[in-house]
C-alpha cells in the first residue's frame, strides 16, 4: 500500500491510492452509501421528488403560456384590423364578438399578445388626447425590436409634452435618441429632443443637439431644418 510522509516526517495513508489499490475499501465505500440511501430514502425520494415537481412546473408554465399566446394572437386579430382602419372604439373595447386590445390585456397578461396590446392601446389614447393614460400603457411595452421600441418611447415623450411634463419628455426623447442608433430614424427623435430642451429653456443643449443632426446625419430629411433651428437659436442666445 503506498504512503507519504507528512511533514514531521510520520507516514499517512494516501486514500486515493488505497481506493486504487484495494478493492475491499472500494467496497467499503460502496457499502457506507448504501447504507445512507436505506437510512434516508424519505429524504432522498423527497428530494427527488420535489426537483422532478421543480421541473414540470416550470415545463407546464411554459406550455401553458406558449398556448395562451397563440390563443390570445388569433383574438387580437380583430382588433389590428379595427386599428387599421381606424375604428378606435372597436380596436379598444371589442365589436360585441370579437374583444378588443383592452380585454386581451386583461384575459392574457404577460404574453407577448399582451404587451403587443398595451403598444396599441397607448397609440390610441394619444391620438385621442388620453396623453396620461397613453403614457402609463406604452411604458408596459417592451420589445428588441429597434424600431417599434425607440417609436415606443418617442410616443411617451410626445405625450409628457403634452402633459407639458417636459423633463420627463426629455429623458423619453433621449431614449428613442439612444436606442439603437441609426441614420434613418435617430435624427427624427433628435429633432424632438431639441425642441423638447428648447421648450424648457435649455437652449445650449437645444443647440448641441441640433448640431448633432447637423454633424452626424447631413443625409437626413432633419438636416435643412436642424441647420435653421440652430442658427436661429444662436441667435436668441446671443442677445
Known amino acids: 500500500m503506498a504512503t507519504q510522509k507528512t511533514k514531521k516526517g510520520k507516514p499517512t495513508t494516501d486514500t486515493s491510492n ?18 445512507f440511501l436505506k437510512d434516508n430514502a424519505k429524504l432522498v425520494g423527497g428530494a427527488i421528488g420535489a426537483v422532478i415537481l421543480i421541473i414540470a412546473g416550470i415545463v407546464g408554465f411554459q406550455i401553458h403560456k406558449a398556448n395562451q399566446n397563440e390563443k390570445a394572437q388569433g383574438e387580437m386579430f ?12 372597436f380596436a379598444l ?22 404587451n403587443l396590446a398595451h403598444y396599441y392601446v397607448g397609440s390610441i389614447y394619444l391620438s ?23 417609436h415606443a418611447y418617442s410616443l411617451i415623450g410626445d405625450a409628457y409634452m403634452e402633459l407639458g411634463e417636459l423633463d420627463a419628455a426629455i429623458d423619453y426623447y433621449k431614449d428613442a435618441a439612444n436606442y439603437k ?3 434613418f430614424f435617430t435624427p ?15 437652449l445650449d443643449q437645444a443647440i448641441a443637439t441640433y448640431e448633432e443632426i447637423e454633424t452626424k ?9 436642424a441647420r435653421k433651428h440652430k442658427a436661429r437659436l444662436q441667435g436668441l442666445a446671443s442677445n
Open 18 to 35: 488505497e481506493l486504487l489499490e484495494n478493492p475491499e475499501a472500494i467496497a467499503d465505500r460502496l457499502g457506507r452509501g448504501e447504507t
Open 93 to 114: 373595447n371589442g365589436d360585441g364578438v370579437e374583444p378588443g386590445f383592452l380585454t386581451i390585456i386583461d384575459d392574457y397578461s404577460g404574453t407577448d399578445a399582451s
Open 217 to 225: 446625419y447631413s443625409n437626413a430629411y432633419e438636416y435643412s431644418e
Open 188 to 202: 427624427k427623435y433628435l429633432a424632438k429632443l431639441a425642441l423638447a430642451y428648447e421648450e424648457a429653456g435649455d
Open 181 to 183: 442608433v441609426n441614420e
Open 78 to 89: 380583430q382588433a389590428v384590423y379595427y386599428f387599421e382602419q381606424d375604428s378606435l372604439d
Open 128 to 150: 385621442t388626447g388620453e396623453f396620461q393614460s397613453a403614457a402609463e400603457h406604452l411604458k408596459k411595452f417592451s420589445s428588441s425590436d429597434f424600431l417599434v421600441q425607440a
